[in-house]
């Protein structure tokens, strides 16, 4: 059986196949990167309308370089949240209609279980249970993975305000540095020569182990303001790499505390962020110390595509889930 993925919760329309033992046959992603470059952020209106766009396109194109034909879908998978509302529903509805047509199972597939399916996407068993901290323009969440065939996940932090990957875009754009910002801010970083800002994270009253990144935001405004006020230039690479390092430090201190306190045999690393070198090699050197493995995916894998809900769809599908014909689109869905 051939399983369909469709994946359109924000600014990437991806159609994907997979078989029932995982193997992903083609997967095909259209970015929308350049639409909404000039206003430093997705504009939700313009994402779904830009899906509906392509959403045909991209499936005929996977179909295509899978060499297959509609006779050979036996299933249909496609996020149904978190993610943009309207930009969900183009994906969702598409779904729904093809497996419609078809008359063949549907599945609706939570966006983070996609993410956190990487390891079995790369085919790189991990032991389990382990953590998974999706790290991404919209997520810093941090779950316990157990159980099989089918996972469980628990939650275990998530951000009290800014994601993680929006705390960098923000930044960036205070820096005067292009979106998106993760990139811009990491290639800044490089150029630092080691005379460090220093900023430091409010640590939660509750003494809880959540994620919080625009105090961090508004100490970098401060700094860019104040600086500016005097007429002093702005050191952009030597402030890049403090936020960056900041931001690297907190990620990895809190995942190590919420693993220890689990007893978790391993951790996997994913979302946008991850393509962040400097934060994959303190996550990779932490857990080779301690002897523990490790995953983060090829960036491609990192970042949203069809093909990881088109492996969680087949799996459950194999394990007999159905998804109802009235799933709505969940923007907040949880996972669990
Ligand atoms: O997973 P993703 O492509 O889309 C979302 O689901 O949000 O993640 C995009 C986010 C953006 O906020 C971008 O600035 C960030 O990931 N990002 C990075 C890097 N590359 C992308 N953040 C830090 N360092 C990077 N190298
Ligand atoms: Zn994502």
């Known amino acids: ?23 992903v046959r083609a997967v095909v992603v259209a970015s929308q990167l350049q639409l ?32 297959c034909t509609w006779d050979d879908i036996g299933g249909v998978a496609a996020t149904y949240g978190p993610g943009l509302m309207g930009a969900l529903l183009v994906g969702l509805n598409y779904a729904k209609a093809a497996a419609l047509a078809r008359q063949c199972p549907f599945i609706g597939i939570n966006h ?26 919209g997520h810093t969440s941090l779950y316990l993975v157990q159980g099989e065939p089918l996972a469980r996940y628990e939650l275990l932090a998530n951000t009290r305000d800014d994601a993680v990957g929006e ?11 292009p979106y998106p910002g993760g990139p811009a801010i990491e290639k800044a970083a490089r150029q630092a020569r080691g005379t460090l800002p220093r900023f430091s994270l409010p640590r939660m009253k509750d003494g809880s182990l959540e994620f ?48 220890e306190r689990h007893h978790a ?11 962040n070198q400097a934060l994959r090699e303190a996550f990779a050197r932490v857990m080779a110390g301690r002897n523990l493995p490790f995953f983060s995916p090829p960036i491609k894998w990192c970042t949203d595509n069809a093909a990881m809900i088109a492996v969680a769809g087949a799996k459950r599908l194999m394990a007999g889930q159905r998804s109802e014909w009235d799933l709505e689109a969940v923007p907040n869905a949880k996972l669990a």
Do not use: W
């Open 1 to 23: 059986m051939l399983v369909l993925g469709i994946e359109t919760s924000c600014d990437e329309t991806s159609a994907a196949i997979a078989d029932e033992q995982g193997q």
């Open 36 to 67: 909404h470059q000039p206003y430093g952020g997705v504009v939700p209106e313009l994402a779904s309308r830009q899906h509906s766009r392509d959403m045909a396109r991209v499936v005929a194109e996977t179909f295509s370089q899978a060499q």
């Open 112 to 137: 983070l279980e996609g993410h956190l399916i990487a390891p079995e996407l790369n085919h790189h068993p991990m032991p389990k249970p382990f953590i998974g901290l999706v790290a991404s323009g």
């Open 167 to 177: 705390a960098f875009d923000k930044v960036a754009k205070l820096l005067g540095l």
């Open 212 to 259: 919080s990144y625009s105090g961090l935001k508004t100490a970098v405004r401060t700094l860019v303001d104040r600086k500016k006020k005097n007429g002093e230039s702005l050191d952009i690479p030597e402030i890049a790499a403090a936020f960056q390092k900041t931001i690297v430090e907190d990620l990895l201190q809190k995942t190590m505390a919420h693993m």
């Open 265 to 275: 045999r391993g951790m996997v690393l994913t979302g946008g962020v991850a393509a």
